[in-house]
């Protein structure tokens, strides 16, 4: 384990509209604000088009590749995420959610693409005087957090 310490920054609370993409909206929003750490809450609804990364096709691979699927429908969403700048000095957010419509439950990454359903809340704490980055790894091509 390493590990790096930051101080609680400003607060956002955001309200996504109807049509808004994660992890676009987000990240713009990062950019707009000079947000480079957080870490944030998300809570809403998730359209029928959006797309969620499930996990590796084989989990043993070095370099796995992705399982990507779609949504089974107009979703109840929640999810926790974290933003940090990437090697371009980019804000990414990482933001795992699970996604629920009648007895069936998705959980994943929403790099791929989700779209808000009339409802999106999130809350973004930004971390100051922090030293995290996110590096793409040459073993696995994942845009790992480093810290220092």
């Known amino acids: ?9 400003r607060i956002f609370i955001l309200r996504l509209e109807h049509g808004d993409r994660l992890p676009d909206t987000i990240e713009e929003f990062a950019q707009s604000q000079g947000i480079e750490s957080a870490t944030l809450l998300f809570l809403g ?3 029928q088009n959006s797309k ?3 996990g590796p096709e084989d989990g043993t691979a070095i370099k796995p590749v992705p399982t990507v699927i779609g949504l089974p429908g107009v979703s109840e969403s929640v999810g926790v995420g974290t ?3 990437n090697e371009d000095r980019m804000p990414k957010l990482h933001l795992h959610s699970a996604f629920g419509r009648k007895e069936q439950t998705v959980t994943g990454c929403t790099r791929e693409g989700v779209t808000i359903w009339h409802i999106g809340e999130v809350i973004i ?3 100051i005087n922090c030293s995290a980055q996110r590096k793409i790894d ?3 091509g994942f845009e790992l957090l480093q810290v220092q």
């Open 45 to 47: 609804g998730s359209d």
């Open 138 to 140: 040459p073993t696995t």
């Open 52 to 54: 969620v990364v499930v």
């Open 83 to 85: 933003i940090f700048l």
């Open 1 to 9: 384990m390493k590990y790096t310490e930051a101080k609680l920054g």
């Open 125 to 127: 704490f930004e971390l």
